[in-house]
């Protein structure tokens, strides 16, 4: 099997980095570059955390830009209360060295499909869809290099930022209705599926003193632990946007339902809620735009992120 050429725009972030370390261990992916979205944290600390996480797994080769600072048409806000001022506190990295490339985020996907055989592309969007709908806006004649667009966000019967919206997609609500509206196929993991792909806080020794990976993971997930375990009282760290990579590969470790997902774009207490539309054709409110993910098999995940961690471990003892 061909590896399947990605790009992931991302806001590192815990979750996020755990995201990146599996898509660059996945032999079957080909990472083609990686963007930066305003999320987490600020587009300066979210580009720092992603160049830092390269440089410590050795793949600083791989294309990095910063995206755009702002959401379409409101502030941002970021989630300090769980990632920490940096966007990524706990692990201590150094500084890194590597420059981002200079240009803007669209042209930057641009440069990036535009050689690539139609409909083979995967995007995976684990921040805010800011970068990706203007992606959207400015080539659409671009948009047939996508396979499909690999989304964590929104919650079918929760949220995190709201009673009913999740951050990612509330951070950026018109952004998220562009990209639904896009024509492209989706893949959506909402809080319903990455809270039941959670680590809980005693399987964090599954990664401590193992290799500098598996101990930066480590790190991540204790800090996750404070915000999520302590502070929430969750069963575990949720392992979000792992999902969103996890899924591209190996679906089979999700349960999906088919849906008509829109925007709640005006709602007093509801704006930035994806509203899920499951019920048969007839009386359902559109077409069917988007697979969203329901379930999630835990163990599987955990072992599978543990295996990863593992294998870039023994690729920088190699080296
Ligand atoms: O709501 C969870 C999402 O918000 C994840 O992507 C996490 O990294 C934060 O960005
Ligand atoms: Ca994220």
């Not at 083979?120 to 992606?135: D, E, K, R």
């Not at 996750?224 to 969750?234: K, Q, S």
């Not at 679906?251 to 704006?271: H, K, N, V």
Request: aromatic fraction near 6%.
């Amino acid at each position: 099997m061909s590896k399947v050429p990605v790009i992931i725009d991302c806001d590192p972030g815990h979750d996020d980095a755990i995201a990146l370390l599996l898509a660059l261990a996945e032999d079957k992916m080909d990472v083609l570059g990686i963007s930066n979205v305003a999320g987490n944290s600020y587009l300066e600390n979210t580009l720092a955390n992603t160049l830092k996480i390269l440089e410590l797994s050795g793949y600083e080769e791989i294309p990095v830009v910063g995206g755009l600072e702002e959401p379409i048409t409101q502030e941002l806000d970021v989630a300090v209360n769980i990632h920490g001022e940096s966007g990524m506190d706990g692990p201590v990295l150094p500084n890194p060295v590597t420059e981002p490339v200079d240009m803007n985020v669209m042209d930057f996907f641009a440069d990036l499909v535009q050689d690539q055989e139609d409909g083979s592309v995967v995007m995976i969007a684990t921040g805010p869809l800011t970068n990706v709908a203007m992606f959207v806006k400015t080539y659409p004649d671009l948009l047939c290099k996508l396979d499909k667009i690999s989304i964590m966000g929104g919650g079918i019967e929760e949220g995190n930022w709201s009673a009913t919206a999740e951050f990612n997609i509330w951070n950026d609500p018109e952004a998220a209705q562009i990209v639904f509206e896009s024509g492209v196929p989706i893949d959506i993991y909402p809080l319903d599926a990455t809270h039941k792909a959670h680590i809980k806080e005693s399987e964090i020794e599954l990664f401590r003193h193992k290799g500098p990976i598996s101990q930066f993971v480590a790190e991540l997930l204790e800090f996750f632990a404070i915000g999520y375990v302590h502070e929430r009282g969750m069963a575990g760290c949720p392992m979000h946007d792992p999902c969103a990579v996890l899924g591209v590969l190996h679906p089979e470790l999700f349960d999906y339902a088919e849906a008509y997902a829109q925007m709640d774009l005006d709602g007093i207490q509801t704006r930035g809620t994806i509203i899920f539309d499951f019920r048969q054709e007839e009386i359902r409110s559109g077409d069917l735009n988007v697979t969203v993910a329901h379930g999630a098999n835990r163990e599987k995940l955990r072992d599978v992120i543990v295996e990863c961690c593992e294998k870039l471990d023994a690729q920088l003892l190699e080296e």
